[in-house]
């Protein structure tokens, strides 16, 4: 029973580089979520989709990209890393986003240098 | 704007004794759900307690309680007969609807690091 999987845990990446953190989901939920955790600022939602084929922006989506292909998989990609974006990244997912629990995976470390 | 208030950064409790987690937020919503969300050192998200808006009854969770005042906009959290596993970061939050697509999306406070003495 892996619930919602992240990976990778830690990276490290240089000042415009590009990445995919990735997120996968056994739950069949159909409510997907991005969030950076920073210190003294609780989690921020990047990006969310409810469903396969949907996506929309969150509070902070400036310098991130989403796509939604399968509702298993819901990738975020940094298409040029900047130092203001090192932080905790986390992925949650939920049946619905309304009522129900969210599932937290467990984090990825990034950090830009 | 939504905002969850989070006022005690660090807080310390002795073993076995009972601690209150402090949270107030503002919302012009009439029907909302409240969190307690714990983070230990592992960083896993686990949720605490929820409560709904229209439920008057505050809702406990075994040693977690919580004291829902919706007038005044509190949501404080009760941990009794504290643990060594209790120690973590705690997050209160509040979700409220995104109108412009009809879904929802959680509000965050910034958290209270607790830590549990032995």
């Known amino acids: 029973n892996a619930g919602v999987t992240q990976t990778p845990k830690f990276q490290v990446l240089k000042t415009g580089q590009s990445m995919t953190l990735q997120c996968a989901q056994d739950?069949?939920?159909?409510?997907m979520s991005w969030y950076r955790q920073d210190p003294g600022m609780g989690l921020r939602l990047i990006h969310y989709s409810v469903g396969a084929g949907i996506t929309d922006q969150g509070e902070v989506p400036n310098g991130y990209n989403v796509s939604r292909s399968t509702t298993e998989d819901f990738p975020l990609r940094l298409l040029s890393a900047a130092p203001s974006q090192t932080s905790v990244y986390f992925c949650a997912s939920s049946p619905d986003p309304w009522n129900t629990e969210a599932f937290f995976g467990q984090g990825t470390r990034l950090t830009v240098v | 704007a939504q905002t969850v208030t989070q006022s005690q950064p660090e807080m310390s409790v002795q073993e076995a004794e009972t601690v209150t987690l402090s949270c107030t937020y503002d919302t012009s919503e009439n029907n909302y759900y409240l969190f307690w969300y714990k983070q230990p050192p592992s960083r896993q998200m686990i949720l605490v307690i929820r409560?709904?808006?229209?439920?008057?009854q505050n809702a406990t969770e075994n040693r977690f309680s919580v004291n829902f005042q919706k007038a005044a906009k509190s949501f404080s959290l009760k941990i009794s007969d504290s643990q060594l596993g209790d120690t973590a970061m705690y997050f209160c939050a509040f979700m409220k609807p995104i109108t412009t697509s009809g879904t929802y999306k959680y509000i965050f406070g910034t958290g209270t690091r607790l830590k549990v003495l032995a």
């Open positions: 739950m069949n939920h159909e409510y």
């Open positions: 409560q709904e808006a229209y439920k008057q």
